[in-house]
């Protein structure tokens, strides 16, 4: 695996009023580079590792770090932090606070104390890389829930973050906003961001991500390449997880050649590794 870009070491959060902590003794490396994939049940801690990794909350215990160096929580050590680690929230009205589009994104540009001239400059080309030219003076209220996404991934973009964090990106999303989704993540990850993606959509997670992880309760239970993890069945579907529709699809596939061994299907390594292929074509 490739050098962690952000690092959690044995960090645990325990939200007011609860009795067990959210997040609880969690280690765990962020690749660099990486599409990462994030999976787990419900109220598993994915929502909370990300308000974590972005300085949201602070950990009542452990270290979070970044880039080798442990975080730090005053004001400024936080301002500049949040514009390298970028995160996206599952519901766009959480994030988009102007009037307009052009004027959401110019947002976080002011808070930094840019010039005009450079925000303008930095917001139009944002506009342009992520496809909103015709909606940049559009109230926000007007967009689609689809359009509201790609505002939000435009405003945190815009700040050339090194760490995008995505939680639930395509939640509610029909397939047609779903692939143009996908292929923003496929220009920001080729652009050199690396990414990390919470989502319930196992198929999408592994067609999509090079690393994965899996957390329950507050834990990292598993972690590594899709393959690596999505063999793991007996303890996914423990977690109530499941597997992809590939990986039955393979099972099914291995169980008909072994049943029928003088038939004329391809060899099972052939339709293995042809799905496995298919599993890249976003």
């Known amino acids: 695996m490739s050098q962690s870009i952000l690092e959690f070491d044995r960090t645990f959060y325990q939200y007011p009023c609860n009795s067990r902590s959210t997040i609880q003794n969690l280690s765990l490396k962020i690749p660099a580079g990486k599409r990462c994939g994030l999976i787990g049940q419900n109220g598993c801690g994915k929502t909370t590792l990300f308000l974590l990794a972005n300085g949201l909350y602070k950990p009542q215990q452990g270290i979070i770090s970044w880039q080798g160096e442990p975080f730090r929580y005053d004001r400024k050590s936080l301002t500049k932090l949040r514009q390298q680690i970028g995160l996206v929230f599952q519901n766009p009205e959480h994030q988009l606070v102007a009037s307009t589009v052009e004027e959401d994104i110019s947002y976080g540009l002011y808070n930094l104390g840019l010039p005009e001239s450079e925000i303008a400059q930095q917001v139009q080309q944002a506009i342009e890389q992520f496809d909103l030219s015709e909606l940049a003076r559009e109230p926000i209220h007007n967009l689609s829930l689809g359009q509201k996404k790609r505002v939000s991934i435009a405003d945190i973009m815009v700040l050339k973050p090194k760490l995008l964090l995505l939680d639930?990106?395509?939640?509610?999303?029909?397939?047609?906003?779903?692939?143009?989704?996908i292929g923003l993540l496929q220009q920001i990850h080729a652009a050199g961001t690396t990414i990390l993606l919470a989502s319930?959509?196992?198929?999408?997670?592994?067609?999509?991500?090079?690393?994965v992880f899996v957390m329950d309760r507050g834990k990292l239970i598993l972690e590594g390449t899709p393959e690596a993890v999505f063999a793991q069945r007996e303890v996914l579907e423990q977690l109530q997880l499941g597997v992809p529709l590939a990986i039955e699809l393979i099972e099914q596939i291995k169980d008909l050649v072994n049943k029928n061994p003088n038939s004329k299907l391809p060899a099972f390594e052939e339709l293995q590794q042809q799905i496995l292929d298919a599993r890249r074509r976003i």
Do not use: C, G, K, S
């Open 168 to 181: 639930e990106p395509t939640a509610y999303l029909d397939p047609r906003h779903t692939r143009q989704l």
């Open 200 to 211: 319930h959509d196992l198929d999408f997670i592994y067609r999509w991500a090079d690393w």
